[in-house]
């Protein structure tokens, strides 16, 4: 992280500005949001080009001078964004992918209208059981940034989709609720996403028999995490994995190369009997 270098040059001077509160802050937490500053910044040039659905096509075209491994025997992967996003947040990810083996990556826009996690999970299943039929894959696998993976995990646990889908990533998920935002409740989508929503308590009912893998990674520093514990996945009948990143917030998940080989890992893990994937320390 090059960010990093400038940082102490300015420390100095906001201590003397802002004593009480920026004297306590750690250089991990500055460069976090240093690095959270810029990912918005080009995430924000890049959301017009994921507006649209994207087009079927084949394999990823190799970038000049880089080296591509050979196509693994996977299930397709699917990418869902998070609240008023699009895929266009999952281009370094999808690239990364690609280069290691995983070519049959599609990306899902759910419209920033939607009203209801159970209407975008009924979409979801919808465009799954059409992958299906067309790549003739039995089964998926869903990596999902923030909500995106609470839409994921609704279709999963209560739709069925642990017939189609074999390992879900989620990446920042809120899956027991957040508090953060309060005035935001005015969206019908974020008071499902609050602690005792209808939605969350759905989530928490039983659910025997389900197939479906979950591997959930969650940042110390997630500032839409509130507590910071909410996006680990705690679920009694749920094969489910927790891995703990630190040193990055909530927009880099998708984005850091560190997460990137962890969901690689993730995703190529046996579906049984696994290792557990270690936690991500972000230097």
């Given at each position: 992280m090059k960010v990093t270098g400038v940082?102490?040059?300015f420390l100095p001077l906001c201590r003397r500005l802002w004593p009480g509160r920026l004297a306590g802050l750690s250089m991990t937490l500055l460069r976090a949001t240093a690095l959270e500053a810029a990912i918005l910044a080009g995430h924000l040039l890049l959301y017009p080009t994921g507006l649209i659905q994207e087009r079927h096509?084949?394999?990823l075209p190799a970038t000049d001078g880089t080296a591509r491994l050979p196509v693994r025997p996977a299930p397709p992967v699917v990418l869902l964004h998070g609240f008023i996003d699009n895929r266009s947040v999952f281009v370094l990810l999808r690239r990364t992918l690609a280069q290691h083996g995983r070519h049959r990556v599609e990306s899902l826009n759910y419209?920033?209208?939607t009203c209801d996690i159970r209407i975008a999970a009924e979409l979801l299943g919808r465009h799954i059981e059409e992958i299906c039929e067309r790549t003739g894959s039995a089964r998926v696998d869903i990596v999902g940034h923030s909500?995106?993976?609470l839409i994921a995990r609704y279709y999963v646990q209560c739709l069925g989709g642990d017939l189609r889908v074999r390992?879900?990533?989620?990446?920042?998920?809120p899956h027991a609720g957040t508090r953060v935002a309060p005035l935001a409740d005015a969206h019908p989508i974020v008071r499902q996403m609050r602690p005792g929503s209808a939605v969350i308590e759905e989530l928490a009912r039983p659910a025997p028999g389900?197939?479906?893998?979950?591997?959930?990674?969650?940042?110390d520093l997630d500032s839409l995490m509130d507590p910071l514990e909410t996006a680990c996945l705690e679920h009694p009948d749920l094969d489910a994995q927790n891995v703990r990143v630190t040193g990055i917030g909530h927009l880099a998940l998708p984005v850091h190369p560190a997460v990137?080989?962890?969901i690689r890992e993730a995703l190529d893990a046996p579906h049984t009997g696994?290792?557990?994937?270690?936690g991500l320390t972000v230097a």
């Open positions: 940082l102490p040059l096509s084949g394999a419209s920033p209208l909500l995106g993976g390992t879900l990533v989620t990446l920042g998920t389900c197939r479906t893998r979950f591997v959930s990674f969650w940042s990137a080989a962890g696994e290792r557990a994937v270690d």
